[in-house]
């Protein structure tokens, strides 16, 4: 089949995968201070480092239509997967784009899947694609088949820092302050709608992460028949010791590892971890 997926960088990667599928990366823009960027070949040290300068917290704009307009003619189908229509406009701005596309070209084949996830959540999905397309199913086969994907998929966050969530406003700063002091880990996950929502609150980071590695088998079914995405906040030995736990206490087909960039890491921040099954 001659297709293309086209993600946006809500979607994080690491070169084996990037190498694995024929893929297009659509930036979102993110503000942070004085600074205004594309998320593209942005140095993540240095991104976290702005950001414990800076007062206010990032923010995250999502590309425009003609952001996607211009991969439509890469290939004769074209699939593509956003972050969560529920955290972000990306989705309905691929949707306008397809329809000008439609508009102007006429016959083409051109979906656009909402993750209902993001980071390796988002990345999965398009892991999902290039296995099936690999296998010969049919376009239409593919869509129905990645749509239970996402519909059965599971995201959860496990959060280091609360400072940004202080500083955007989401949480009370003195309540913050608190919590920080308390240890708190909050642990988030994205709802059946795509949403994010707080999951569990879990005093310490060693209690954190064991709960977090629990989750995997309370929340997972069928798990020698997945792949499960790690994705890290520069915190590379974080994800490679759950990674080594999650070999030893689960099944899964694979896992891999990816570093997120800077549109999941404005929220996730330093030391954030997501997994994705």
Excluded at 30 to 52: P, T, W
Excluded at 72 to 93: D, G, M, P, R
Excluded at 189 to 202: P, Q
Excluded at 214 to 243: S, T, Y
């Amino acid at each position: 089949m001659d297709y293309t997926i086209v993600m946006d960088s809500g979607a994080d990667l690491n070169e084996d995968i990037k190498r694995q599928i024929p893929l297009r990366v659509v930036p979102l823009s993110v503000v942070l201070g004085e600074h205004h960027f594309l998320d593209e070949n942005v140095n993540i040290q240095d991104f976290l480092a702005e950001m414990k300068r800076t007062e206010s917290a990032p923010q995250t704009a999502s590309p425009s239509p003609s952001g996607f307009l211009k991969w439509f003619e890469e290939a004769e189908n074209i699939f593509v997967v956003t972050l969560s229509s529920k955290i972000s406009s990306t989705y309905n701005n691929a949707l306008l784009a397809k329809t000008m596309f439609l508009e102007q070209q006429g016959r083409q084949f051109i979906h656009v899947f909402d993750s209902l996830s993001a980071s390796a959540g988002e990345t999965l999905v398009g892991l999902k694609i290039a296995e099936l397309a690999h296998d010969n199913l049919k376009k239409e086969e593919i869509v129905g088949r990645v749509n239970q994907y996402i519909k059965e998929m599971r995201t959860f966050f496990l959060l280091d820092s609360l400072e940004h969530l202080i500083k955007s406003g989401r949480l009370n700063r003195f309540a913050g302050t608190v919590a920080t002091w308390l240890s708190i880990k909050p642990i988030l996950g994205a709802s059946d709608e795509g949403t994010i929502d707080l999951f569990e609150k879990v005093r310490g980071s060693k209690r954190a992460f064991s709960r977090f590695l629990e989750i995997i088998g309370e929340k997972g079914e069928k798990l020698e028949d997945k792949v499960l995405g790690i994705a890290h906040c520069n915190c590379l030995d974080k994800a490679m010791a759950l990674k080594e736990e999650v070999v030893q206490k689960y099944s899964f087909k694979d896992v891999i590892i990816v570093e997120m960039g800077a549109t999941i890491s404005a929220y996730a921040d330093e030391g954030g971890l997501l997994i994705a099954f």
